[in-house]
């Protein structure tokens, strides 16, 4: 059974684009889902 790396890089691309999906807990996902962004409010 081959193994899983804990670190993964997992994307879709075409000619045109790349897609990347990162995964964040609860807590991030929801600040960044109500503020539109992954970055902290300065």
Do not use: G, W
Not at 15 to 26: F, L, M
């Amino acid at each position: 059974m081959p193994t899983i790396e804990e670190r993964q890089i997992r994307a879709i691309f075409d000619d045109k684009t790349i897609t990347v999906d990162q995964a964040y807990n609860k807590a991030i996902a929801k600040s960044a889902v109500k503020h539109q962004t992954c970055h902290p409010l300065k």
